[in-house]
Nanobody, 129 residues
Framework: QVQLMESGGGLVQPGGSLRLSCAASGGDLAAYTVGWFRQVPGKAREGVECIRGGDESIYYADSAMGRFTISVDFNKNTVDLQITDLQPEDTAVYSC??????????????????????WGQGTQVTVSS
């Protein structure tokens, strides 16, 4: 069973960039679809983007806004999320999650993440001057 661990969060000034990483163990990412989500305390979880490892097809949630870039590194077995031009409203806990790709013929994600079976613990991103 795949296990996920996020890293790369921290404090960044408005306009800055971060690269979050989701490291997978116990499973080959080529067989999984991995998504990034974010959640502000007291608010609903929000899907950002997900990528199917087998063919690197990407689904963009409405919240992606063109500032988020997801990619998979098969050598490191990680899925990274590059975020540029960070703004205070991007402050949230960012989590990655995965499901076995053969369960769905299309690459998709809902905000609640019902499709995803495996979740990381999350990494805090704080945007503040």
């Amino acid at each position: 069973q795949v296990q996920l661990m996020e890293s790369g969060g921290g404090l960044v000034q408005p306009g800055g960039s971060l690269r979050l990483s989701c490291a997978a163990s116990g499973g080959d990412l080529a067989a999984y679809t991995v998504g990034w989500f974010r959640q502000v305390p007291g608010k609903a979880r929000e899907g950002v983007e997900c990528i199917r490892g087998g063919d690197e097809s990407i689904y963009y949630a409405d919240s992606a806004m063109g500032r988020f870039t997801i990619s998979v590194d098969f050598n490191k077995n990680t899925v990274d999320l590059q975020i540029t031009d960070l703004q205070p409203e991007d402050t949230a806990v960012y989590s990655c999650a995965a499901y076995v790709s053969i369960r769905s013929p299309i690459v998709t994600m809902s905000d609640k993440g019902f499709e995803f079976d495996h979740w990381g613990q999350g990494t805090q991103v704080t945007v503040s001057s």
